[in-house]
C-alpha cells in the first residue's frame, strides 16, 4: 500500500504545531473532527505512516508551519460521547461510532511557514484544495508532488 499525503488545519490558537512539538512523544490524536468528509478522509483514506501537512488556519498568516505523520489509523472518538465536551454528538454511542480519529506525530518544523499566499502564487499548487474558494475541510488529500514542493517552500531558510 502506498503512503498518502495530508493537509490538516488547526488554529494556533486552539492546537498549534508547537504544542503537537511538546505533546508526550510529539504525538496527539486528531479529536472533534465533525465534518463527514473529513471523518472519512480519516476514517477510510488515511493510514499510519501517510505524510502530513500541518497548516495553522483562522490565524493572522494561515499556513503550512510543518510537517507531521498519522501515527495511528483511526479509532472511534470518544469525546463524542462525553456530554461534557464540546465535541460531544448524542447521536454517536461506543457502540455504534459516528465520529473517528488518527493520531498524528510531529516530523519536523519548516524553517519559515509556507503561507496561504505562497501557496496561491505558487502555479504548480493552483490544484491544491487549500487555494481553491470554498474549500474549507480541516483535512485535506494532496498530491505527493505538492506535498514535496510545499515541503521545499518550508524548509528555505
Not at 494556533?12 to 479529536?31: I, K, M, N, Q, V
Not at 505523520?69 to 472511534?76: F, H, T
Request: with cysteine; glycine share 6%; charged share 30%.
Amino acid at each position: 500500500m502506498s503512503r498518502k499525503y495530508w493537509l490538516m488545519k488547526s488554529e494556533p490558537g486552539s492546537f498549534s504545531f508547537d504544542d503537537l512539538r511538546a505533546s508526550p512523544g510529539a504525538t496527539t490524536c486528531w479529536e472533534g473532527v465533525r465534518n463527514y468528509q473529513s471523518r472519512n478522509f480519516m476514517r477510510d483514506d488515511m493510514k499510519k505512516g501517510d505524510r502530513v501537512l500541518f497548516y495553522h488556519s483562522s490565524c493572522e498568516e494561515p499556513g503550512v508551519v510543518g510537517i507531521a505523520e498519522v501515527s495511528r489509523d483511526a479509532y472511534p472518538d470518544p469525546t463524542a460521547w462525553d456530554p461534557k465536551s464540546r465535541y460531544y454528538d448524542p447521536k454517536s454511542s461506543p457502540d455504534v461510532p459516528v465520529w473517528f480519529m488518527v493520531d498524528i506525530t510531529c516530523r519536523e518544523p519548516f524553517k519559515r511557514a509556507v503561507t496561504l499566499q505562497a501557496l496561491k502564487d505558487a502555479p504548480e499548487l493552483s490544484a491544491m484544495k487549500v487555494v481553491q474558494k470554498g474549500q474549507r475541510l480541516s483535512v485535506q488529500p494532496v498530491t505527493q508532488e505538492e506535498f514535496d514542493r510545499v515541503c521545499e517552500m518550508g524548509m528555505k531558510g
